[in-house]
C-alpha cells in the first residue's frame, strides 16, 4: 500500500505513529496483511470500514495490545517517535502508558470515580498532588462539574456516557502522547455520543488520537485523517485500501473500493 | 392426521385408521406414562436416600441403653466418703477388725460365713427385703447390739466418731467394713443416701479415688503418659469413669427400637444392677472427652482436635498454592507447551483417587521426607525416634490431593472477571501482577474463597488416605504440634464401624452427625460467601 | 483548557529517538519477576505431584515385581491373592473391584441419567431449586459416612430380602449400591449439563413435528447427548473403582481366591455378588491400616494394586475426556 502523503497541513508537523508493513495472524487465521500507515502528530485519524476488516486489530497493534492474546502474531514494524515498539527491548508497559487506550463498551473499574482516574498515576509513581490531578483530568473530559460531589461513588454508578468520559479521563491521567479510542460511541446513545465527539475534537489539541468508528458520519464529523480499511472475501483477511485526509476521502476516494463503501454500495 | 385433506390417500400410505390410530395413540400414551413415572420415581429415589441416609444416622444416635456399672457414681463417692472399706473378700475383712472390739463387718446375708468365734450377728433392716444387711460384731463389744438400718445409714459421714450416733457410745473413730459380692445390692442401699454426685468431687477427692480403686502398676503407667497430681479435674474424672465406673453396655436400642419395643428393653432392664435409659450418645461430654476402649465413655474430642489441626496445615499448604498456580494458568501463563501440558495434568490429577495420593503421601511425606515431618530437623524428637506418621504429612498429603480441585474453581473463578476490567488495567500501562492485584484477585476473591472452602470441606472428610499414611489407631492425648501423632474424625468412624459390638456403631453415628454438621457449617460460609459477594458485586 | 493536565510531568520531545528508545526499554521489575517466578512454582507443584505419583508407584511396582517370589505372568493370570503363602495373582481383588463398579454403575447410570432428563427437561425453577442443592448435599457427604449407610442399613435390607444364609454380613452387593448412590450426582450432573448443551433447536424441530416431550427428549434430546452422557458414565465408573472407604466396611476384608479360572468362572462362582470379597482398594487400605513394616513384600504388593489401579482410573478419565471432547466440536 502507497501511503498517501500529506502535505503541509500537520501543524507542528510529524507522525507520532508510523506503523509499516503490520501483518497480524491469529494462530492460522491471517487476520491483517501488510498494512503501513502513518499518524499524524496531534490530528485525529478515523479508521473505518466493513466489520471483520481488521481496523481493531490494527488499533490494537497500536499499543500491543495483541500481545495478551495468546494466539496473537505480528509482523512489521510500528514506530512511535522513531522508535520500532515491537522492538526486542521495548517494554509493552511503558508502551501502554504513552499509548493509551478507549475502548467499545465503557469499562470503568469497579472502584470509586476517583480511583478510576487516580490508579494509573499511583502505579507509575505519581507523588505529586493527586486530588489536582484528578480534578484536572475530569475538567479536561468535562466530567467534573457532574461528578465532584460523588467522587467516592462507584464509577459503574454513572451514565454510559458518563462513564466513557471517566474513561476517557483515566486514559490521559497517565499522560500518554496518543489516545487509542476503539469505537468509543457505539455503545452510547446520540447525545452522549455528541458529547465524546466534541471532547476528541477538544483534545486532539493535545494529543494524537486515533479512532475506530463503523460510522461514517462519525468519522466524517470529527477526523482529519482517514483509513479505509477493507476485507478480502475468499481469505477474510483484512487489508488497508486508502488513508488521506478525511475530506479527500469522502469527496474524491482514489479507488473505486473506498467509493463503493462511502456511497452504500458495499458493507 | 386429519390435516391432510385427501386422507384416502395418507391412509393408503400406510397411516394408522380407526381402531388402529386410537390403539396407537393409546400405546404411545401408556408409554408416555410408563416413562414420566420412571423419572418421576428416580428423583423421589433421589430425595429418598438423602433422607434415608440421615434417618439411619439419627435413629442410632439416640435410643435406650442398658447399662450396668461395675461401681454406681453412687456408690464410688459413698465408698469415697465414708468408713466403709470396699473389701472383696470376706477373710481379708474379717483380719481387718480382728482384735478390735469395737469394730464392725457388715455383710450381705448371704454372704455370711460360719460365725467365727468370739464374733455375733446383727440383723440389720428387715432381714425379708433386698436391702437385708447382717453386722458381724465381737463379742467383746457392748453397745453394737444396737445398731440398726438408720443409725447405719447417719455413720457414713466422715469424721464419725462411735459417740456422734449416741451419745453414750465410746468417742472412738468408727472402724467399719462393708463385704458386698453384688454392686446392687450395695448400689440401692447407697442410693438411699443424700450424696453428692460424682460430677462434683474435686480433683484431689477423684485422685483418692482412683488410688483406692486402681492397682499401683496401672497408676504409675497413667503417671507416665502425664503425672497424676498435674492432669486436670476433666481428665481425671475421665479415668475414675473409665477404670472405676467401668460402665459395661449391656443392649443398645436404636431410637425406632426404643419406640416400638418397650418389652424387650425392659426384659433387659431387669438384669440385677442394670439401668435402662433413653441415651444421647451425642451430648457435650461427647465432644470432650477422650477416646476410650469403652464405647459408653469414649468421645471424640483427639478426632476433632486432630481434624482441626490436620485441616489447618491443609489450608496452610494448598490454598495459597492453588490459588497461585490459578492466577499462573489464567493470568500469565501463555498457551505454550508448558501451560497445556499443567492444564491437561491438573484434570487428570483431579480424577485420580484419594487412596492413591495416600500412597503418595507414604511415600514421600512419611518416609521420604521423616527428617521435616517428624520434627526431628527441628529438634522436636531425637531421630532414632522419629515418625512421619504426623500432622503435618496428614495435612501435606490431604493438600496435594485437594490442590487440582482447588485450582480448577480457582480458574474457573478467575474466568469469570471480565476480559474489559483487564483491558482497562493494561491499557493504562500496568504490568500484569498489578492487573491481578488490583483488579482479578479482588473481584474474584469471593469465588476463588468458596471454590477453596469447597475442596476443604472435601478433605475434611477424607478417610482413605490417612489410614494409608497410618493414622494412630488409639491415642487420647491431644495433639499439640504439627509433628504429633493423629487420628481424624472420619478415621475414629471407620474404626468405630469397623467394631462388631452394637454400641460403638451408635457413637459412630453420633460421630458422623459432628462430621456433617462440621461439613453443613463450612458448606453454609461458602455459600453465605457467595451470596454476599454476588450482592455486593457494583 | 488548554494545558494538559500535569502536563510538567510528560517527558521528553519529538524526534528524540534515543532517548524514547531509553524511556520505552524494558524495565527491571524485580517484584514482577519475582511474583511470576513464584506463581510459575505453583503451576510446576501440580506437574511435581504427577511425576511424584507415577515415579514412586513405579518404582515400589518395580521392585514387587524384581522379587524372586514374584512373576509377572502370575500376577496377571492368577485367581489367588494370599501374600502369607507368596501367591500374588491380582484377578480376586480385580474382580471384587469390577463387581462393585458395575453393580454401582447398574443403578447409577439409569437413574441419573432419568434425573438428568427431568432436571434439564421438565423441572420448573421450584423442583430444580429442592432436587440441586439434595444432590450437592449428596455429592458432599463424606464416603465413610457411606460406608456406615452400606453396614447399617443396606446389607440389613439385603439380608431380609434374599435371606440371611445368602448374604454374608460383608458383601460386595452392598457396597457397590451404595457406590451407585454415591456417583449419582456425577452422573447426573454431568448426563444434564450435556443435555442442556443440545441446541434448542434440535428440540424445536422435533416438537413441531408432533412429538409430546418425553418423545422429544427420549428420542431426540438424549440420543444427540449422547456422547456427553458417554463420558459422565465413564467418569462415574473411574470413581467408582477408585473408591475405597465404602467396600473397607462394607465388602469384606480378604480377598475371595479361586484356584483357578476354571473355578472361578466355571459355576459362575466368581459372579455371587452376595458373598464378602475385597476389592484393590479395600486390599490397601487394610493393610496399610496394620501393622506393616516397610520393604516388606506385603508394603511393595500394595504398590503394584496401585499402579494398576491408577493406570486404570487414568484410562478411563483420558477416555471420557476424548469423548466428551468430540461432543462438544459437533454443537460448537
Same mark, same amino acid.
Given at each position: 500500500?502507497?501511503?498517501?502523503?500529506?502535505?503541509?497541513?500537520?501543524?507542528?508537523?510529524?507522525?507520532?505513529?508510523?506503523?509499516?508493513?503490520?501483518?497480524?495472524?491469529?494462530?492460522?487465521?491471517?487476520?491483517?496483511?501488510?498494512?503501513?500507515?502513518?499518524?499524524?502528530?496531534?490530528?485525529?485519524?478515523?479508521?473505518?470500514?466493513?466489520?471483520?476488516?481488521?481496523?481493531?486489530?490494527?488499533?490494537?497493534?497500536?499499543?500491543?495490545?495483541?500481545?495478551?492474546?495468546?494466539?496473537?502474531?505480528?509482523?512489521?514494524?510500528?514506530?512511535?517517535?522513531?522508535?520500532?515498539?515491537?522492538?526486542?527491548?521495548?517494554?509493552?508497559?511503558?508502551?501502554?502508558?504513552?499509548?493509551?487506550?478507549?475502548?467499545?463498551?465503557?469499562?470503568?473499574?469497579?472502584?470509586?470515580?476517583?480511583?478510576?482516574?487516580?490508579?494509573?498515576?499511583?502505579?507509575?509513581?505519581?507523588?505529586?498532588?493527586?486530588?489536582?490531578?484528578?480534578? !484536572?483530568?475530569?475538567?479536561?473530559? *468535562? =466530567?467534573? &462539574? /457532574?461528578?465532584?460531589?460523588? +467522587?467516592?461513588?462507584?464509577?459503574?454508578?454513572?451514565?454510559?456516557?458518563?462513564?466513557?468520559?471517566?474513561?476517557?479521563?483515566?486514559?490521559? !491521567?497517565?499522560?500518554?502522547?496518543? *489516545? =487509542?479510542? &476503539? /469505537?468509543?460511541?457505539?455503545? +452510547?446513545?446520540?447525545?452522549?455520543?455528541?458529547?465524546?465527539?466534541?471532547?476528541?475534537?477538544?483534545?486532539?489539541?493535545?494529543?494524537?488520537?486515533?479512532?475506530?468508528?463503523?460510522?461514517?458520519?462519525?468519522?466524517?464529523?470529527?477526523?482529519?485523517?482517514?483509513?479505509?480499511?477493507?476485507?478480502?472475501?475468499?481469505?477474510?483477511?483484512?487489508?488497508?485500501?486508502?488513508?488521506?485526509?478525511?475530506?479527500?476521502?469522502?469527496?474524491?476516494?482514489?479507488?473505486?473500493?473506498?467509493?463503493?463503501?462511502?456511497?452504500?454500495?458495499?458493507? | 392426521?386429519?390435516?391432510?385433506?385427501?386422507?384416502?390417500?395418507?391412509?393408503?400410505?400406510?397411516?394408522?385408521?380407526?381402531?388402529?390410530?386410537?390403539?396407537?395413540?393409546?400405546?404411545?400414551?401408556?408409554?408416555?406414562?410408563?416413562?414420566?413415572?420412571?423419572?418421576?420415581?428416580?428423583?423421589?429415589?433421589?430425595?429418598?436416600?438423602?433422607?434415608?441416609?440421615?434417618?439411619?444416622?439419627?435413629?442410632?444416635?439416640?435410643?435406650?441403653?442398658?447399662?450396668?456399672?461395675?461401681?454406681?457414681?453412687?456408690?464410688?463417692?459413698?465408698?469415697?466418703?465414708?468408713?466403709?472399706?470396699?473389701?472383696?473378700?470376706?477373710?481379708?475383712?474379717?483380719?481387718?477388725?480382728?482384735?478390735?472390739?469395737?469394730?464392725?463387718?457388715?455383710?450381705?446375708?448371704?454372704?455370711?460365713?460360719?460365725?467365727?468365734?468370739?464374733?455375733?450377728?446383727?440383723?440389720?433392716?428387715?432381714?425379708?427385703?433386698?436391702?437385708?444387711?447382717?453386722?458381724?460384731?465381737?463379742?467383746?463389744?457392748?453397745?453394737?447390739?444396737?445398731?440398726?438400718?438408720?443409725?447405719?445409714?447417719?455413720?457414713?459421714?466422715?469424721?464419725?466418731?462411735?459417740?456422734?450416733?449416741?451419745?453414750?457410745?465410746?468417742?472412738?473413730?468408727?472402724?467399719?467394713?462393708?463385704?458386698?459380692?453384688?454392686?446392687?445390692?450395695?448400689?440401692?442401699?447407697?442410693?438411699?443416701?443424700?450424696?453428692?454426685?460424682?460430677?462434683?468431687?474435686?480433683?484431689?477427692?477423684?485422685?483418692?479415688?482412683?488410688?483406692?480403686?486402681?492397682?499401683?502398676?496401672?497408676?504409675?503407667?497413667?503417671?507416665?503418659?502425664?503425672?497424676?497430681?498435674?492432669?486436670?479435674?476433666?481428665?481425671?474424672?475421665?479415668?475414675?469413669?473409665?477404670?472405676?465406673?467401668?460402665?459395661?453396655?449391656?443392649?443398645?436400642?436404636?431410637?425406632?427400637?426404643?419406640?416400638?419395643?418397650?418389652?424387650?428393653?425392659?426384659?433387659?432392664?431387669?438384669?440385677?444392677?442394670?439401668?435402662?435409659?433413653?441415651?444421647?450418645?451425642?451430648?457435650?461430654?461427647?465432644?470432650?472427652?477422650?477416646?476410650?476402649?469403652?464405647?459408653?465413655?469414649?468421645?471424640?474430642?483427639?478426632?476433632?482436635?486432630?481434624?482441626?489441626?490436620?485441616?489447618?496445615?491443609?489450608?496452610?499448604?494448598?490454598?495459597?498454592?492453588?490459588?497461585?498456580?490459578?492466577?499462573?494458568?489464567?493470568?500469565?501463563?501463555?498457551?505454550?507447551?508448558?501451560?497445556?501440558?499443567?492444564?491437561?495434568?491438573?484434570?487428570?490429577?483431579?480424577?485420580?483417587?484419594?487412596?492413591?495420593?495416600?500412597?503418595?503421601?507414604?511415600?514421600?511425606?512419611?518416609?521420604?521426607?521423616?527428617?521435616?515431618?517428624?520434627?526431628?530437623?527441628?529438634?522436636?524428637?531425637?531421630?532414632?525416634?522419629?515418625?512421619?506418621?504426623?500432622?503435618?504429612?496428614?495435612?501435606?498429603?490431604?493438600?496435594?490431593?485437594?490442590?487440582?480441585?482447588?485450582?480448577?474453581?480457582?480458574?474457573?473463578?478467575?474466568?469469570?472477571?471480565?476480559?474489559?476490567?483487564?483491558?482497562?488495567?493494561?491499557?493504562?500501562?500496568?504490568?500484569?501482577?498489578?492487573?491481578?492485584?488490583?483488579?482479578?484477585?479482588?473481584?474474584?476473591?469471593?469465588?476463588?474463597?468458596?471454590?477453596?472452602?469447597?475442596?476443604?470441606?472435601?478433605?475434611?472428610?477424607?478417610?482413605?488416605?490417612?489410614?494409608?499414611?497410618?493414622?494412630?489407631?488409639?491415642?487420647?492425648?491431644?495433639?499439640?504440634?504439627?509433628?504429633?501423632?493423629?487420628?481424624?474424625?472420619?478415621?475414629?468412624?471407620?474404626?468405630?464401624?469397623?467394631?462388631?459390638?452394637?454400641?460403638?456403631?451408635?457413637?459412630?453415628?453420633?460421630?458422623?452427625?459432628?462430621?456433617?454438621?462440621?461439613?453443613?457449617?463450612?458448606?453454609?460460609?461458602?455459600?453465605?460467601?457467595?451470596?454476599?459477594?454476588?450482592?455486593?458485586?457494583? | 483548557?488548554?494545558?494538559?493536565?500535569?502536563?510538567?510531568?510528560?517527558?521528553?520531545?519529538?524526534?528524540?529517538?534515543?532517548?524514547?528508545?531509553?524511556?520505552?526499554?524494558?524495565?527491571?521489575?524485580?517484584?514482577?519477576?519475582?511474583?511470576?517466578?513464584?506463581?510459575?512454582?505453583?503451576?510446576?507443584?501440580?506437574?511435581?505431584?504427577?511425576?511424584?505419583?507415577?515415579?514412586?508407584?513405579?518404582?515400589?511396582?518395580?521392585?514387587?515385581?524384581?522379587?524372586?517370589?514374584?512373576?509377572?505372568?502370575?500376577?496377571?493370570?492368577?485367581?489367588?491373592?494370599?501374600?502369607?503363602?507368596?501367591?500374588?495373582?491380582?484377578?480376586?481383588?480385580?474382580?471384587?473391584?469390577?463387581?462393585?463398579?458395575?453393580?454401582?454403575?447398574?443403578?447409577?447410570?439409569?437413574?441419573?441419567?432419568?434425573?438428568?432428563?427431568?432436571?434439564?427437561?421438565?423441572?420448573?425453577?421450584?423442583?430444580?431449586?429442592?432436587?440441586?442443592?439434595?444432590?450437592?448435599?449428596?455429592?458432599?457427604?463424606?464416603?465413610?459416612?457411606?460406608?456406615?449407610?452400606?453396614?447399617?442399613?443396606?446389607?440389613?435390607?439385603?439380608?431380609?430380602?434374599?435371606?440371611?444364609?445368602?448374604?454374608?454380613?460383608?458383601?460386595?452387593?452392598?457396597?457397590?449400591?451404595?457406590?451407585?448412590?454415591?456417583?449419582?450426582?456425577?452422573?447426573?450432573?454431568?448426563?444434564?449439563?450435556?443435555?442442556?448443551?443440545?441446541?434448542?433447536?434440535?428440540?424445536?424441530?422435533?416438537?413441531?413435528?408432533?412429538?409430546?416431550?418425553?418423545?422429544?427428549?427420549?428420542?431426540?434430546?438424549?440420543?444427540?447427548?449422547?456422547?456427553?452422557?458417554?463420558?459422565?458414565?465413564?467418569?462415574?465408573?473411574?470413581?467408582?473403582?477408585?473408591?475405597?472407604?465404602?467396600?473397607?466396611?462394607?465388602?469384606?476384608?480378604?480377598?475371595?481366591?479361586?484356584?483357578?479360572?476354571?473355578?472361578?468362572?466355571?459355576?459362575?462362582?466368581?459372579?455371587?455378588?452376595?458373598?464378602?470379597?475385597?476389592?484393590?482398594?479395600?486390599?490397601?487400605?487394610?493393610?496399610?491400616?496394620?501393622?506393616?513394616?516397610?520393604?516388606?513384600?506385603?508394603?511393595?504388593?500394595?504398590?503394584?494394586?496401585?499402579?494398576?489401579?491408577?493406570?486404570?482410573?487414568?484410562?478411563?478419565?483420558?477416555?471420557?475426556?476424548?469423548?466428551?471432547?468430540?461432543?462438544?466440536?459437533?454443537?460448537?
Amino acid at each position: 500500500m502507497v501511503v498517501s502523503h500529506v502535505n503541509g497541513t500537520t501543524a507542528g508537523g510529524g507522525y507520532a505513529l508510523t506503523a509499516s508493513h503490520l501483518q497480524v495472524w491469529y494462530g492460522d487465521f491471517h487476520a491483517v496483511s501488510d498494512v503501513s500507515l502513518e499518524v499524524p502528530t496531534h490530528r485525529i485519524t478515523a479508521m473505518i470500514g466493513p466489520s471483520g476488516c481488521g481496523k481493531s486489530t490494527i488499533l490494537r497493534t497500536f499499543n500491543r495490545m495483541n500481545d495478551l492474546v495468546d494466539t496473537a502474531r505480528v509482523e512489521g514494524s510500528v514506530h512511535y517517535r522513531g522508535v520500532d515498539i515491537y522492538g526486542p527491548d521495548v517494554d509493552p508497559v511503558e508502551v501502554r502508558r504513552r499509548i493509551g487506550m478507549v475502548f467499545q463498551k465503557p469499562n470503568p473499574f469497579p472502584k470509586s470515580i476517583f480511583e478510576n482516574v487516580a490508579w494509573g498515576p499511583r502505579i507509575h509513581g505519581f507523588k505529586g498532588d493527586m486530588e489536582q490531578l484528578v480534578e !484536572a483530568c475530569l475538567r479536561r473530559v *468535562v =466530567l467534573w &462539574d /457532574e461528578v465532584k460531589d460523588k +467522587l467516592n461513588q462507584s464509577g459503574l454508578s454513572l451514565s454510559g456516557g458518563q462513564q466513557q468520559r471517566l474513561c476517557i479521563a483515566r486514559a490521559i !491521567a497517565v499522560q500518554p502522547d496518543i *489516545v =487509542l479510542m &476503539d /469505537e468509543p460511541c457505539s455503545a +452510547l446513545d446520540p447525545i452522549a455520543t455528541l458529547h465524546i465527539e466534541e471532547l476528541m475534537r477538544d483534545l486532539a489539541a493535545q494529543y494524537t488520537i486515533v479512532v475506530v468508528t463503523h460510522n461514517m458520519q462519525q468519522a466524517a464529523r470529527v477526523s482529519d485523517y482517514t483509513a479505509f480499511f477493507s476485507v478480502i472475501p475468499e481469505t477474510r483477511t483484512g487489508e488497508l485500501v486508502e488513508v488521506g485526509p478525511t475530506d479527500r476521502i469522502f469527496d474524491s476516494p482514489e479507488e473505486p473500493r473506498t467509493n463503493d463503501y462511502i456511497t452504500g454500495r458495499f458493507g | 392426521m386429519g390435516v391432510f385433506a385427501d386422507k384416502a390417500t395418507a391412509g393408503a400410505a400406510g397411516w394408522p385408521e380407526g381402531a388402529e390410530e386410537a390403539s396407537h395413540t393409546r400405546r404411545r400414551r401408556s408409554r408416555g406414562w410408563a416413562w414420566r413415572v420412571a423419572i418421576r420415581c428416580s428423583t423421589v429415589f433421589g430425595l429418598l436416600v438423602l433422607t434415608t441416609l440421615l434417618y439411619n444416622v439419627v435413629n442410632s444416635t439416640w435410643g435406650y441403653v442398658v447399662v450396668r456399672d461395675q461401681l454406681s457414681d453412687q456408690l464410688i463417692v459413698l465408698l469415697e466418703r465414708s468408713h466403709i472399706t470396699h473389701a472383696e473378700r470376706r477373710v481379708d475383712a474379717l483380719k481387718e477388725v480382728a482384735g478390735n472390739p469395737n469394730a464392725v463387718v457388715v455383710l450381705t446375708p448371704n454372704l455370711v460365713p460360719a460365725v467365727p468365734d468370739g464374733y455375733r450377728t446383727v440383723p440389720i433392716g428387715d432381714q425379708h427385703a433386698k436391702l437385708a444387711l447382717i453386722a458381724l460384731v465381737s463379742e467383746d463389744n457392748e453397745f453394737l447390739l444396737e445398731l440398726d438400718e438408720t443409725l447405719l445409714l447417719k455413720l457414713l459421714p466422715e469424721g464419725s466418731r462411735w459417740s456422734d450416733l449416741v451419745s453414750s457410745w465410746p468417742a472412738e473413730s468408727v472402724s467399719l467394713v462393708l463385704v458386698v459380692d453384688e454392686d446392687g445390692i450395695l448400689s440401692r442401699w447407697a442410693a438411699r443416701q443424700d450424696l453428692p454426685t460424682l460430677d462434683s468431687l474435686g480433683a484431689a477427692e477423684l485422685l483418692s479415688v482412683l488410688e483406692t480403686h486402681l492397682s499401683a502398676g496401672l497408676i504409675r503407667r497413667y503417671g507416665r503418659d502425664e503425672p497424676m497430681a498435674e492432669r486436670s479435674r476433666a481428665n481425671l474424672l475421665s479415668l475414675v469413669e473409665e477404670r472405676v465406673k467401668e460402665p459395661e453396655v449391656l443392649a443398645t436400642f436404636n431410637l425406632r427400637e426404643s419406640l416400638v419395643q418397650p418389652a424387650e428393653i425392659k426384659a433387659f432392664a431387669d438384669v440385677e444392677g442394670a439401668v435402662a435409659s433413653f441415651h444421647s450418645w451425642l451430648t457435650p461430654g461427647f465432644l470432650v472427652r477422650p477416646q476410650s476402649a469403652n464405647a459408653a465413655i469414649s468421645g471424640i474430642r483427639t478426632a476433632l482436635l486432630g481434624s482441626l489441626w490436620v485441616i489447618a496445615i491443609t489450608i496452610c499448604f494448598s490454598v495459597p498454592l492453588g490459588i497461585g498456580a490459578a492466577i499462573y494458568l489464567e493470568e500469565f501463563s501463555t498457551r505454550n507447551w508448558f501451560g497445556r501440558i499443567v492444564e491437561t495434568n491438573i484434570n487428570n490429577l483431579a480424577g485420580v483417587p484419594s487412596i492413591i495420593y495416600g500412597m503418595l503421601g507414604l511415600v514421600i511425606f512419611v518416609r521420604a521426607l521423616t527428617q521435616i515431618t517428624s520434627g526431628s530437623l527441628f529438634g522436636t524428637v531425637s531421630a532414632d525416634e522419629a515418625s512421619g506418621r504426623t500432622i503435618l504429612s496428614a495435612g501435606l498429603t490431604l493438600g496435594l490431593l485437594i490442590l487440582p480441585v482447588i485450582i480448577i474453581n480457582g480458574q474457573e473463578a478467575i474466568r469469570a472477571v471480565p476480559d474489559s476490567l483487564r483491558e482497562a488495567a493494561y491499557g493504562v500501562g500496568c504490568t500484569r501482577w498489578q492487573c491481578v492485584r488490583w483488579h482479578v484477585l479482588p473481584m474474584a476473591v469471593p469465588a476463588i474463597l468458596t471454590g477453596a472452602i469447597l475442596a476443604v470441606s472435601r478433605a475434611l472428610g477424607e478417610t482413605a488416605p490417612l489410614v494409608v499414611i497410618g493414622a494412630a489407631t488409639f491415642i487420647s492425648v491431644d495433639p499439640t504440634s504439627p509433628f504429633a501423632k493423629f487420628t481424624v474424625l472420619p478415621i475414629q468412624i471407620y474404626q468405630w464401624t469397623a467394631r462388631p459390638q452394637a454400641e460403638f456403631r451408635n457413637i459412630a453415628a453420633a460421630a458422623i452427625l459432628v462430621l456433617l454438621a462440621l461439613l453443613l457449617v463450612t458448606n453454609a460460609t461458602a455459600v453465605l460467601l457467595r451470596n454476599r459477594a454476588e450482592s455486593q458485586r457494583m | 483548557m488548554s494545558v494538559k493536565p500535569g502536563a510538567e510531568l510528560l517527558t521528553g520531545g519529538l524526534g528524540m529517538e534515543v532517548g524514547v528508545r531509553k524511556e520505552l526499554a524494558r524495565r527491571r521489575r524485580p517484584f514482577e519477576q519475582f511474583m511470576h517466578g513464584a506463581l510459575w512454582l505453583c503451576g510446576a507443584i501440580s506437574i511435581l505431584t504427577t511425576i511424584g505419583i507415577v515415579y514412586m508407584l513405579g518404582q515400589e511396582a518395580l521392585l514387587f515385581f524384581r522379587r524372586p517370589e514374584v512373576r509377572l505372568t502370575e500376577f496377571l493370570t492368577s485367581w489367588t491373592w494370599q501374600p502369607q503363602t507368596l501367591q500374588f495373582g491380582i484377578w480376586p481383588l480385580v474382580n471384587a473391584t469390577m463387581g462393585a463398579s458395575l453393580i454401582a454403575m447398574a443403578l447409577a447410570l439409569p437413574l441419573g441419567l432419568l434425573i438428568a432428563i427431568y432436571l434439564s427437561e421438565y423441572a420448573d425453577a421450584r423442583a430444580r431449586r429442592i432436587l440441586k442443592p439434595v444432590l450437592e448435599v449428596l455429592a458432599g457427604i463424606p464416603t465413610v459416612v457411606y460406608g456406615y449407610f452400606a453396614l447399617t442399613f443396606v446389607t440389613p435390607i439385603l439380608r431380609n430380602l434374599f435371606g440371611i444364609e445368602v448374604v454374608e454380613i460383608f458383601n460386595i452387593a452392598s457396597a457397590g449400591l451404595v457406590i451407585g448412590v454415591l456417583v449419582l450426582p456425577t452422573v447426573t450432573s454431568m448426563s444434564e449439563d450435556a443435555l442442556r448443551a443440545v441446541p434448542v433447536a434440535l428440540r424445536e424441530a422435533a416438537v413441531g413435528l408432533g412429538a409430546t416431550r418425553l418423545e422429544t427428549s427420549v428420542r431426540v434430546v438424549v440420543p444427540a447427548a449422547l456422547s456427553g452422557i458417554s463420558a459422565a458414565f465413564i467418569v462415574a465408573m473411574s470413581r467408582a473403582v477408585g473408591e475405597t472407604m465404602i467396600v473397607a466396611v462394607a465388602a469384606g476384608a480378604g480377598p475371595r481366591n479361586f484356584a483357578g479360572w476354571g473355578e472361578a468362572l466355571g459355576g459362575l462362582k466368581a459372579l455371587n455378588l452376595f458373598q464378602s470379597a475385597e476389592t484393590m482398594t479395600g486390599h490397601i487400605v487394610r493393610i496399610s491400616g496394620g501393622d506393616i513394616s516397610y520393604d516388606s513384600l506385603d508394603y511393595d504388593s500394595l504398590f503394584a494394586i496401585g499402579l494398576l489401579l491408577f493406570l486404570m482410573t487414568l484410562g478411563l478419565n483420558i477416555f471420557s475426556r476424548a469423548i466428551a471432547r468430540r461432543f462438544r466440536e459437533r454443537y460448537d
